[in-house]
């Protein structure tokens, strides 16, 4: 394993650890009594392990060598991609077509989701 790839995985399981504990905690209902500035606090701070995994990709992207970089940025645009494309899908689906609401912190997780399965389909930096 490379210096990137060791350095990209301890700063992903440092920052999904903090996103999942943080979202455990607001999804089942421990945080429900936050509200007022607190409640804004408590979401940029939810919002921070997002921000610092994504600094983490963008990093392993400029230190790997350029195979892995544009492989990987490949990927991470695609990803994005289908992902801002499905949530406009499902944001015009609930609005006209009645579907259930899908609260907004599923973007993230369909992102790395959808870029987990992107080695299937991206092999290649071309």
Known sequence: MTSAAKAYT???VFFML???VALVLAVSGALDTVGG????VLAAAVAAPVAGQIWATLA???DSDEFVAGITAKRFILAAG???????????AEKFAEAPHVEG?????????LMGFMPM??????
């Open 82 to 92: 289908m992902t801002f494309a499905l949530s406009v899908f499902w944001g015009f």
């Open 60 to 62: 392993f992207i400029r």
């Open 105 to 113: 912190w599923w973007v993230y997780v369909v992102f790395w989701g």
């Open 121 to 126: 389909f991206i092999r290649s930096s071309r």
């Open 10 to 12: 301890f700063r992903t």
């Open 18 to 20: 903090g996103y999942v």
């Open 37 to 40: 500035v607190s409640g804004w």
